[in-house]
């Protein structure tokens, strides 16, 4: 075999060595490429506005009714001037696993994760949740 690959004496184990360094630039790591070879780039996120836009203002709403500037749901709709069962299903987004917040704000998320699936619903439980118990989209 050539100086990049080994296989064990059993035969069970093949052992490749990538030629690459990983380097700092601007606070994150990046693998670089050996010279002569196209570097390799990280998949660019999908970040989708509208779920983004959409959990922004949930947490938006929630603290409102935390700090108490509107007392009930209720009463944060009619200060909306949006319906009340609307309100209450854009605020189950703030019951997402942190994880799956953070997957979203970075625009990692699964493709199917979108907003409509959410509003219907989704398991409370975080670890339901990404294992899509039920759930389409979740992870």
């Known amino acids: 075999m050539n100086n990049n690959g080994e296989i064990s004496r059993d035969g069970t184990l093949l052992t490749v060595s990538i030629p690459m360094a990983i380097r700092k630039r601007g606070g994150r790591k990046v693998v670089v490429s050996p010279a002569g070879t196209e570097p390799w780039v990280m998949p660019r996120p999908r970040i989708d506005n509208t779920l983004l836009r959409a959990l922004v203002q949930a947490y938006h709403w929630q603290h409102k009714l935390e700090s108490g500037q509107h007392a009930t749901i209720s009463e944060l709709a009619a200060a909306e001037k949006l319906d009340r069962s609307f ?52 992870v």
């Open 87 to 138: 309100v209450s299903h854009m605020l189950r987004l703030t019951l997402l696993a942190p994880d799956l917040v953070e997957a979203i704000l970075d625009g990692r998320q699964a493709p199917t994760m979108q907003l409509q699936p959410l509003v219907r619903g989704f398991p409370v439980e975080w670890e339901s949740q990404r294992t899509n118990g039920g759930c389409e989209g979740l």
